[in-house]
């Protein structure tokens, strides 16, 4: 009775001796090598998640302690937070940066000015006048916005379709830029030169 061999590069070799069976080794070595690396990406850009608490991309994430204050005159709460809160962040802050300091800080302006822009006001007016500057004003905020969305256009006119498109997706809403990475990086350049 025989007994089956694992399946693993070095089976090839066994099993067929000579130049066929080695290309097939060396294929197979390849292959897992590829996969390796693919995944390795992922987990990096955030695309795939962590397994385990100890993988080598939790252990990379920055976590922050900030002092939050809930409520006037109380004591304030140690809050801990990931560094990296957007797309932008964690291709920034990996351990291969996939960003410039100069391409991250035109990215992350941008996002505000988008963050700002699709930011909703209130849509009913109330009954009771208002008087002060209590609530903060809702035409301020519509200011702002209006701004912010001046600004949006006055960025994407520097940009050819495909830029545009590129640095909506992962600045304004977070998607993973996948293959797109050159056309990022020459948009931000862009932006960070002339906007």
């Not at 009771?128 to 006119?157: C, F, K, N, W």
Request: charged share 30%; aromatic share 4%; proline share 5%.
């Amino acid at each position: 009775m025989s007994v089956p061999l694992a399946r693993t590069p070095d089976a090839a070799r066994t099993l067929h001796d000579g130049p066929d069976g080695e290309r097939r080794r060396v294929a197979a070595i390849l292959r897992a090598d590829r996969r390796a690396r693919l995944a390795a990406r992922d987990i990096a850009m955030g695309l795939k998640p962590d397994m385990g608490a100890d993988g080598p991309a939790a252990r990379a994430r920055v976590v922050m302690e900030d002092r939050v204050e809930l409520s006037p005159r109380t004591p304030q709460h140690i809050v801990r937070r990931v560094r990296d809160t957007c797309m932008l962040d964690r291709l920034f802050y990996r351990a291969n940066a996939a960003l410039t300091a100069d391409q991250h800080a035109a990215g992350l302006r941008f996002r505000a000015s988008w963050l700002r822009a699709t930011r909703g006001g209130r849509l009913v007016q109330r009954y009771t006048p208002h008087t002060g500057t209590g609530s903060g004003g809702t035409m301020e905020d519509t200011e702002t916005s209006v701004h912010a969305r001046r600004a949006i256009d006055r960025a994407l006119s520097l940009l050819t379709p495909a830029r545009t498109r590129v640095v909506c997706a992962v600045c304004g809403m977070d998607e993973a830029p996948g293959t797109r990475i050159r056309t990022l990086h020459t948009a931000l350049d862009i932006l960070h030169e002339r906007w």
